[in-house]
């Protein structure tokens, strides 16, 4: 293949199919873009402002929120910029770089959850020895090693992906991933399957299994104590358990509709990335601001200190 052809621009025929609703879909990306976005800024603010929330609970909620931020961003501004040209296209470059990100956001989010799951079962199996296990350094280290970790794997099958020949650059989706640029290869690979196989072993299955094992030893706990310890254990699992759930579930779909791209309506393919892209970072901090009082007192006080400087 030529270099012409390989540097030619990969177009996303899907936007000339939305019609009159390019505008409607705009406005709606924009508000859940810009909202999830305020929110998880406010989250992240007032718990770096807030010293009484520097606690291992509230750093990873704060990593949580901005993985949401990336993901949300790597994807959202690139949709709303090609619902509104003329010519929906990015290069191969920009394409890859969307898959890096994508990849990232997928798997540390996942990966927080996971490391969240455990501080709720050292929090509520091990409480006398929470402090001693869930210290600041090492809450600091675990994430530094999800993102090292992350990173790698990401860029591996970055570097794996941009080895292929493109035959093709039409593309029947809203963004790029790594199932795009494969299916516009002039040969398929088993190399990049098998390694993208294994990225979603390492970066999905592997932490939803972790998440799975630390609940089942919280539940055996759980049991043997009073009515008044499972309520407050309930309580406080609650937001990680619907955050992981509508997480987990927004994967599913995103998955199966890989699967049956070819076979879905328009509608679908929006729903599918709405869900998987903007939903949850914009509920994610909403179901902890809701469930966890520290957070709705943290947000009060830091929001009358700014009225009140004003």
Same mark, same amino acid.
């Given at each position: 293949?030529?270099?012409?052809?390989s540097a030619?621009?990969?177009?996303?025929?899907i936007?000339?199919?939305f019609?009159?609703?390019?505008?409607?879909?705009?406005?709606?990306?924009?508000v859940l873009?810009v909202?999830g976005?305020?929110?998880?800024?406010?989250?992240?603010l007032?718990v770096?402002?807030?010293s009484r929330?520097h606690?291992?609970?509230y750093?990873?909620?704060?990593?949580?929120?901005?993985?949401?931020?990336?993901?949300?961003?790597?994807?959202?501004?690139t949709?709303?910029? &090609?619902l509104?040209a003329?010519r929906p296209?990015?290069?191969?470059?920009?394409?890859?770089?969307?898959?890096?990100?994508?990849? +990232?956001?997928?798997?540390?989010?996942?990966s927080?959850?996971?490391?969240m799951?455990?501080?709720?079962?050292?929090?509520?199996?091990?409480?006398?020895?929470?402090? $001693?296990i +869930?210290?600041?350094? %090492?809450?600091?280290?675990m994430?530094?090693?999800?993102y090292v970790?992350l990173?790698?794997?990401?860029?591996?099958?970055?570097?794996?992906? $941009?080895t292929? %020949?493109l035959?093709? &650059?039409?593309?029947?989706?809203?963004?790029?991933?790594?199932?795009?640029? !494969?299916?516009?290869?002039?040969?398929?690979?088993?190399?990049?399957?098998?390694?993208g196989?294994?990225?979603?072993?390492c970066?999905?299955?592997?932490?939803?299994v972790?998440v799975?094992?630390?609940?089942? &030893?919280?539940?055996?706990?759980?049991?043997?104590?009073?009515?008044?310890?499972? +309520?407050? !254990?309930?309580?406080?699992?609650?937001?990680?358990l619907?955050?992981f759930?509508n997480f987990?579930?927004a994967?599913?779909?995103?998955?199966?509709y890989?699967?049956?791209?070819?076979?879905?309506?328009?509608?679908?393919t929006v729903?599918t990335?709405?869900?998987?892209f903007?939903?949850?970072p914009?509920?994610h901090p909403i179901?902890?601001?809701i469930?966890?009082?520290?957070?709705?007192?943290?947000i009060?006080?830091?929001m009358?200190? %700014?009225?009140?400087q004003?």
């Amino acid at each position: 293949m030529n270099s012409s052809v390989s540097a030619a621009p990969i177009i996303f025929t899907i936007y000339s199919s939305f019609g009159l609703y390019n505008f409607a879909l705009v406005v709606c990306i924009c508000v859940l873009y810009v909202s999830g976005l305020c929110i998880n800024l406010v989250l992240i603010l007032v718990v770096c402002v807030e010293s009484r929330l520097h606690r291992p609970m509230y750093v990873l909620l704060v990593n949580l929120a901005v993985s949401g931020v990336m993901g949300s961003s790597s994807v959202c501004p690139t949709i709303i910029k &090609h619902l509104v040209a003329n010519r929906p296209e990015t290069s191969l470059a920009g394409c890859l770089t969307q898959v890096f990100f994508i990849n +990232m956001y997928s798997g540390c989010i996942f990966s927080i959850l996971a490391l969240m799951a455990y501080d709720r079962y050292v929090s509520i199996c091990k409480p006398l020895l929470y402090h $001693s296990i +869930m210290t600041q350094a %090492r809450v600091r280290l675990m994430l530094l090693l999800v993102y090292v970790v992350l990173s790698f794997l990401s860029a591996v099958q970055v570097y794996l992906t $941009s080895t292929l %020949r493109l035959c093709t &650059h039409t593309v029947d989706k809203l963004a790029c991933d790594s199932n795009v640029i !494969a299916n516009l290869s002039c040969k398929k690979t088993h190399v990049v399957s098998v390694y993208g196989l294994c990225c979603v072993v390492c970066l999905m299955l592997l932490p939803c299994v972790l998440v799975l094992l630390s609940y089942v &030893h919280i539940f055996m706990v759980v049991c043997k104590t009073s009515r008044v310890s499972q +309520m407050k !254990a309930l309580q406080t699992c609650t937001p990680h358990l619907v955050t992981f759930l509508n997480f987990s579930m927004a994967t599913f779909f995103g998955v199966l509709y890989n699967r049956v791209n070819n076979q879905v309506p328009k509608a679908v393919t929006v729903f599918t990335y709405i869900n998987f892209f903007v939903v949850p970072p914009l509920l994610h901090p909403i179901i902890y601001g809701i469930k966890m009082q520290e957070i709705q007192q943290s947000i009060n006080r830091v929001m009358k200190g %700014r009225v009140v400087q004003l």
